[in-house]
């Protein structure tokens, strides 16, 4: 392993300032976001959108240090023949690819799930790092579930373990492994629950990194934040947020691991900068705290566009100022009417 060259990957994944696009929603996912502004799921559209995302020059070269693809997208070339990968690093970001097989049914275990995609894995790497890969995505999703005392020991422990794997595997072949082990924030619980179940998973997933003999170094984490249910009557303000995120993140992330790089997970846009933007404020940190997201960096974007070419000018202005805006707060410098103005 060539742990300095992963070091360097790393680091550039969570350079101050910038943070990652992550743009590898499934064809299935993809299609429903595009439902909900009435664009039809083709190859072709998806293209499109992502191409006029690639293409926003500023947000990707001053903002977005890298951008998580599909199988699909790292496949494909822009509209004028360019591979979309090229333009990605044409703006000086790097290309990522999602490498699980999303999840299936854990047995014995209701309402929970095991993500697949191990079998045949090294050999995927080595293609996706021939098309320019340098870092590759593996989440693991945890439900804090009501009924059945989720999560159970099983749930939690497979997921780490196949977590580990993937990103011994990663490391092996020369790929930085984002880690994410995402406690959903969907059900009714409180956000001291939510602290308690993402302390356990992070234990439990940085154990199981340590048995699979992962360096540290050379990964990125990319957890959920510490958050109230959506469904939970009890709402936590930023700074709550902001200070029991950090907690759980002191409990178990190593000063080795080089930067955590959050998903959004089903926060506001505004909710998701202002998060990120407090926990910088509250630093010295011994790691880069920067975004990964995906609804909160595109929804703005997605909409502007609607599918209209005409429409592309005023999406890449929406994505440029969603990108600034989570730019600043990976430094601690987001200001909320710094929104009002654009508005
Ligand atoms: P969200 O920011 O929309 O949660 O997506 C991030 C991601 O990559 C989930 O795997």
New binding site residues.
Partial sequence: MNLEALNKVAEAMVAPGRGIL?A?ESSGTIAKRFDAIGVPSTADTRRDYREMMFRTHEAMSKHISGV?LYDETIRQNAKDGTPLVKLIEKAGSLPGI?VDKGTKALPFCPGEVITEGLDGLRERLVEYRGLGAKFA?W?AVIDIGQEHGQPSYTCVNANAHALARYAALCQDEGIVPIV?P?VLMDGGHDIDRCLEVTQWVLKETFQALFFNRVALEGMVL?P?MTVPGKKSAKRASVEEVAEKTLRVLKACVPAAVPGIA??????SDEE?TAHLDAMNRMGPLPWHLT????????HAPQKAWSGKSENVAAAQRAFNHRAMMNGLASLGQWKADLERKAA
């Fill in positions: 992550a590898d998580i999602k995505k989440r994410e995402e990319k959920n959050f998903l959004s997970g089903g926060q998701a975004f990964s997201y995906g609804r909160a960096l595109q």
